[in-house]
């Protein structure tokens, strides 16, 4: 009985581990905006963008490299100094011609900058860049749980957390990622900020608290390793912390939209209230209709949270009647 359990934990748990892994590279959650200057006809999804773990992806259909399209932002419509193709009023009727689609991330910055909000590539930049190492970490401490021998699970876990850790130090400092992050999101803020020394404070920001981060996930992998030697039932942590993942994605995705539409600045050409942008399901802001919702990758979270909830309830179990773990 005992090994069919076991058996049945592995399962549960290697499958949301495959599941986490899938769902690092799947869109999470999209948002698209839609307005009367956006026909359907042409934009059938608006102006749409998908959220990843590590970065923000244009929802519309990609333009192709080196069409009219590729480069064109709304700016363009504004100030009139550009010929631009017209889908809508084509004799032909040749909505797809000369290009794919619009860069709509690109889009969505330049409609928000005209209400004083950030461009989307500021929003988490500590989170984003190190979300890589988390999943390394949770990939680790899954492979850890699916073992049922305590000696095994402690060698990956030794294991698994060195080789992160070490990945995460190489990568950040030795490469100089981290760097390059700090420098990509002090560009990404001075595209409509033009205040050199408060730009300077907010990337120092950034790289402390990023090296703030570092240094707490190798604390986390200490306090792991050594709960997990001590603690019997700490084992269990292993498999439901990983399990909160879509928890920790909408908390985290909630409290950058707070900060967004409660950090609206000068350079707006419309002043508005700050405000709170839509987390789940349709708003309104100006003439702009928003849709919020989760993307395909989501539902890969709450998969693995019922996988590893499941594998918990068994583990725990198991400890409860005194199984040797």
Not at 243 to 248: M, R
């Amino acid at each position: 009985m005992t090994d069919k359990r076991n058996l049945l934990v592995a399962t549960l748990t290697l499958s949301a581990l495959t599941l986490m892994i899938v769902a690092y590279f799947a869109p999470i959650w999209w948002v698209s905006l839609t307005a009367p200057n956006y026909p359907p006809e042409a934009f059938p999804d608006g102006i749409r963008i998908h959220f990843h773990f590590d970065h923000v992806a244009n929802g519309c259909a990609v333009a192709a490299q080196g069409t009219r399209m590729a480069g064109e932002i709304i700016q363009k419509d504004l100030a009139g100094d550009d010929e631009r193709y017209n889908p809508v009023t084509d004799a032909g009727g040749n909505f797809d011609q000369g290009a794919e689609g619009l860069d709509c991330v690109h889009e969505m910055n330049t409609i928000n900058h005209y209400v004083g909000m950030f461009p989307i590539e500021t929003g988490a930049p500590v989170e984003r860049p190190l979300a890589k190492f988390f999943f390394g970490f949770f990939a680790v401490m899954l492979l850890a749980f699916a073992l049922p021998a305590p000696k095994g699970r402690m060698y990956v876990l030794s294991v698994g957390f060195l080789a992160v850790f070490v990945w995460m130090i190489v990568d950040q400092f030795a490469l100089a990622h981290l760097e390059q992050q700090v420098q990509h999101y002090m560009l990404e803020t001075g595209r409509f900020f033009k205040e050199p020394e408060r730009i300077q404070a907010w990337g120092d920001t950034v790289r402390h608290a990023s090296i703030i981060a570092i240094a707490g996930l190798a604390l986390t992998m200490l306090i792991v390793v050594f709960g997990t030697l001590k603690i019997r039932s700490f084992q269990l942590l292993l498999a439901f912390v990983p399990a909160l993942l879509p928890v920790f994605f909408v908390v985290t995705y909630a409290g950058w939209l707070w900060f967004f539409g409660h950090n609206l600045h000068p350079w707006g050409a419309f002043t508005v209230k700050p405000f709170m942008p839509t987390v789940f399901g349709e708003g309104k802001v100006a003439q702009f209709s928003t849709f919020s919702y989760p993307a395909w990758g989501f539902a890969l979270l709450a998969l693995i949270f019922i996988c590893l909830m499941l594998a918990t309830l068994i583990r725990r179990k198991q400890l409860r009647e005194g199984c040797t773990l």
